[in-house]
């Protein structure tokens, strides 16, 4: 009994039959590549969204800044003289080194412990003037935060900046922060308005 040829190797010997099973090799590994492509994305999409960062806590985000050394430029505007007056210095190892600069002039200070010193010549004279026509305790993170209780929160965020501001009839306090650290604090009254910005130590 004659065997009859394969069929598979029938349609292979004919040219219709032949671009018939490429194509469907080509139809397979196209399809294969396909499906290898959407998991991996679908992969890729679901490790982005177990990625992203969320912001610190803030009560954390404020303890690491009284607790760490850091840089800070503090300017306090007049809004009805527009007289200006900056401070900028570092806080290291718990001793603030700085500069006052206001239309009477630039001093340079000290600040350790309750102690407060202007440095004249290599020379330390304790001063109770450094903070003369601004209020203190808003340039002081212990005493600021106490202020924070008797005011209404409200919270914004954009992207990878959030805003917190406390506020009430009289004060209006802006804290502004990254993911991981807060950057500048606005305190305005009637007739200050106060930047507080916070850099790493340099």
């Known amino acids: 009994m004659k065997k009859e040829p394969n069929k598979l190797k029938k349609l292979w010997d004919s040219k219709r039959g032949k671009a018939m099973i ?47 050394n850091y840089s800070y430029e ?22 603030d080194i700085g ?3 206001s239309k009477i002039g630039i001093i340079k ?3 350790t412990g309750k102690m407060t010193y202007q440095i004249m010549n290599s020379e330390e004279i304790e001063t ?20 924070f209780n008797s005011l209404t929160l409200s919270e914004e965020q954009k992207e990878n900046t ?11 306090i802006t804290i502004k922060m990254n993911m991981e650290r807060i950057r500048t604090i606005e305190i305005e009254t009637a007739e200050q308005l106060y930047t507080l910005s916070f850099y790493e130590k340099k």
Do not use: C, H, P
Request: proline share 0%; hydrophobic share 35%; aromatic share 16%.
């Open 128 to 147: 109770e003037n450094l903070y003369e026509g601004v209020e203190e305790n808003y340039l002081q993170l212990s005493q600021l935060k106490l202020f």
């Open 109 to 111: 200070y000290k600040r």
């Open 22 to 68: 490429k194509l469907g090799l080509w139809f397979f590994f196209f399809s294969i590549a396909i499906v290898v492509l959407v998991f991996q994305n679908d992969g890729q999409t679901n490790v982005s969204k177990n990625s992203v960062e969320e912001f610190i806590d803030f009560k954390v985000m404020w303890k690491n800044l009284e607790e760490n």
């Open 162 to 172: 959030k805003i917190m501001q406390y506020q009430n009839e009289t004060e209006t």
């Open 99 to 101: 500069f006052r600069e």
């Open 74 to 95: 503090y300017t306090i505007k007049n809004k009805i003289t527009n007289d200006i007056i900056t401070y900028n210095g570092k806080i290291e190892n718990e001793t």
